[in-house]
């Protein structure tokens, strides 16, 4: 009898085990859609670039406005969505899926992170008024 609730034991412990073990993570919390809405500026090795901007409303659509010194240029519009995958939340617009990175005040949308290739906005504080981020690397974590 001993032998049994002993390989029972065992053998619960082991899948719980193996499971915890099998790389299975659950998502982590979803970014707010209201804090992703706003008016990023596009850095370029963590400085502001001409005032290349990504609008986001909180309909869903998007506007990004290329500028070419100083003057609008080309214009892009569409839909944004947010998804999930392995490697966490990102922001689906134009052809591709960029990760975001939330940071303290910050909001960054990562289009080459190994560059400094970032839209970045601060998060609005209630009862102050939206700015867009200058350059502001953070640390890690």
Request: glycine share 14%.
């Amino acid at each position: 009898m001993k032998l049994r609730v002993c390989l029972i034991g065992g053998a619960v412990f082991a899948l719980v085990f193996l499971w915890g073990c099998s790389g299975y993570h659950e998502p982590s919390k979803a970014p707010e859609r209201v804090m992703l809405v706003g008016t990023y500026i596009f850095s370029y090795g963590g400085q502001p670039h001409s005032p290349d901007r990504l609008t986001l409303e909180a309909n869903g659509r998007y506007v990004l406005v290329h500028m070419s010194e100083s003057h609008p240029g080309r214009k892009e519009e569409g839909r944004w969505q947010l998804f999930h995958d392995d490697l966490g939340w990102k922001l689906g617009f134009g052809t591709g899926l960029w990760p975001i990175e939330v940071k303290g005040q910050h909001v960054r949308i990562l289009i080459n992170d190994d560059l400094g290739w970032w839209y970045e906005k601060s998060i609005a504080l209630r009862g102050h008024k939206q700015s867009s981020a200058s350059s502001m690397r953070p640390g890690p974590g």
